[in-house]
């Protein structure tokens, strides 16, 4: 099975950002409704190990979707340790092959692949608008995220949607892949903290 794209760029992306997040804003909120900046970084060391898992074929204790009840003290070299093993492990040719198993769901693997990278991206994105930060996702994160993205926004797909994106934010026919992505996705790409209108 070919190795159809490295999420090594997406998650390098995720590592820089969190080196970017101060203390104080842990609790800022993001995009990602009802979700604050600490639950996001918590729900990072949990989906890390648990796409790492899939890859390898190994089972993963729980659905992936827990959080640990508090962030640990050296997070960012945790959260950074693990985003590089989850990226090194879907390296490997194995992990595309067959099926993959994540959030308790057994799916081909370069689809469960693709839930991987949509993670890091769109969580990435809600990172960086909720603190600040500059966002660049790679063009190949953005295209297998978007593929994943727009195959669950079709009719018929609402029930697959559940509990993975909210409702379809609807964009320009001009928008960027980012935007179209973050719409599929249930993010409005201008969303800003204090409710300011921010380019996207």
């Known amino acids: 099975m070919t190795i159809e794209y490295d999420l090594g760029p997406a998650a390098a992306q995720v590592a820089r950002l969190t080196e970017g997040i101060a203390d104080e804003q842990l609790d800022l909120p993001t995009p990602c409704s009802e979700w604050s900046v600490s639950d996001l970084l918590r729900h990072f060391l949990e989906l890390t190990n648990a796409f790492a898992a899939a890859a390898r074929k190994v089972p993963f204790p729980g659905d992936g979707s827990g959080r640990p009840d508090q962030l640990p003290s050296d997070w960012q070299a945790q959260l950074r340790r693990q985003l590089d093993a989850m990226a090194e492990a879907w390296r490997s040719a194995d992990a595309w092959e067959?099926?993959?198993?994540?959030?308790?769901?057994?799916?081909?693997?370069?689809?469960?692949?693709?839930?991987?990278?949509?993670?890091?991206?769109?969580?990435?994105?809600?990172?960086?608008?909720?603190?600040?930060?500059?966002?660049?996702?790679?063009?190949?994160?953005?295209?297998?995220?978007?593929?994943?993205a727009a195959s669950m926004s079709v009719p018929g797909e609402e029930a697959g949607r559940e509990g993975l994106y909210g409702p379809v934010v609807p964009v320009p026919d001009d928008a960027s892949d980012l935007d179209r992505l973050l719409g599929y996705a249930g993010r409005d790409p201008q969303w800003a903290p204090s409710g300011e209108i921010v380019g996207g």
Not at 118 to 140: I, K, M, N, S, Y
């Open 98 to 148: 067959g099926e993959a198993t994540a959030g308790g769901v057994t799916l081909p693997a370069p689809v469960i692949a693709a839930v991987a990278v949509d993670e890091l991206v769109l969580h990435g994105w809600d990172l960086a608008r909720a603190t600040g930060q500059p966002f660049e996702a790679d063009p190949a994160s953005i295209e297998a995220s978007l593929g994943f």
